[in-house]
């Protein structure tokens, strides 16, 4: 296998005692670090009408994190297809591919509506960012990616051509075999290979015994949200007092086979294996903890660890696309899965 790639899911969540503004330009500090730590692809996700998460609209955070990278792929894990017209999305991120070239994805999930004409509507978005598609079309279009947990998912990827990325965080088991309908059902004009990435939920820290504390928070968030009560991320102190009831620890439990948590070394170990079991070569990683810094720091360390790449200087040519946003954005600066 080739050397593993990492790359960033972010939910963009807002902890106790912090605000939904706070998350959001917490997400746009950690796209920075990100791509100077070696990522290699950063995504927001998209949620509506949860305490939880600040993450309402994918395609704007994407837009401003465009302006504030330069080199990492930027795009959504991902747009809600069946609450859009695909003729917008395809011109929404015909814009964003536009003026940021070679580094937009589209991540599409099917959540949020019917789901009968899925398959439809994502067929008629492929179209529309193609030859005779909507205007503008992009000289290099964003890459398309659809989203699952399951293998009908992985089918219909598969038949279209695209881009796929299984949710391990939603469901741990079945991977594998989604990951074998996705390639025996691929088909492309293009010539292109299956590609893919399994999407993970991870924390880590310093030591193994604060990353058990960063986890016990996350899982007491995941279990209150399951039982009814969606609210922020909780802090630690908030955790360490909490009386847990027998549902929320029924919860948790089940909840934790899906969580990747410990120190760097022992969390590393897991990935690698995780990802030579399910047969791809990156990891898209998401991290959800109540204070900004123990996530950036989560991050810090599996680059570490991973020993990613450090990214290489851009060239005079490539500055062009994205350059000019980031100099009006400088110039005018004031002092997007949902388990």
């Known amino acids: 296998m080739t050397k593993l790639r990492l790359s960033v899911l972010d939910q963009t969540p807002v902890g106790e005692d912090h605000t939904p503004d706070q998350a959001l330009r917490a997400s746009v500090d950690l796209a920075r670090a990100a ?19 600040a993450s309402s609209a994918p395609e704007i955070l994407a837009g401003t994190l465009l302006a504030h990278t330069s080199r990492m792929r930027i795009g959504t894990g991902g747009v809600l297809l069946p609450r859009y ?12 591919a536009s003026l940021h070239p070679g ?15 899925f398959p439809h509507r994502l067929a008629q978005l492929r179209a529309l960012l193609g030859e005779g598609g909507v205007v503008p079309h992009a000289p290099v279009p964003p ?33 594998q075999e989604a990951f074998e309908d996705y390639r025996a059902q ?17 924390v880590t820290a310093d030591s193994a015994g604060r990353a058990e504390e960063l986890a016990q928070s996350l899982l007491l968030w995941r279990a209150r949200k399951d039982l009814g009560e969606d609210g922020p991320l909780p ?43 399910h047969g791809v070569d990156e990891l898209i990683v998401n991290t959800l903890t109540c204070d900004p810094a123990d996530r950036r720091r ?32 400088e110039r005018s600066r004031p002092q997007v899965w949902s388990a």
Do not use: C, N
């Open 186 to 202: 691929f088909r492309t004009s293009t010539g292109d290979r299956p590609g893919g990435a399994l999407a993970v939920r991870v």
């Open 35 to 53: 791509e100077a730590l070696g990522y290699t692809r950063y995504w927001v996700a998209e949620h509506h009408d949860s305490p939880g998460f």
């Open 103 to 117: 580094r937009v994805d589209l991540g599409i999930g099917r959540a949020g509506g019917p789901a009968r004409d």
């Open 85 to 96: 017209d695909p003729a917008k999305v395809a011109e929404v991120f015909g814009v964003l």
């Open 143 to 175: 890459q398309m990616w659809l989203l699952g947990a399951g293998r009908e998912s992985a089918r219909l990827a598969g038949l279209l051509g695209t881009e796929f990325a299984f949710g391990h965080f939603f469901s741990p088991v079945g991977g």
């Open 235 to 277: 802090s630690y102190e908030t955790t360490r007092r909490h009386r847990w009831t027998g549902a929320e620890l029924e919860r948790a439990k089940v909840h934790r086979t899906a969580l990747v948590s410990g120190a760097p070394e022992q969390v590393t170990a897991v990935l690698k294996a995780l990802a030579g079991s």
């Open 298 to 329: 989560s991050y810090e360390l599996l680059s570490e660890t991973f020993a990613l790449p450090a990214p290489e200087p851009r060239s005079a040519a490539s500055v062009g696309a994205s350059g000019p946003a980031l100099r009006v954005q």
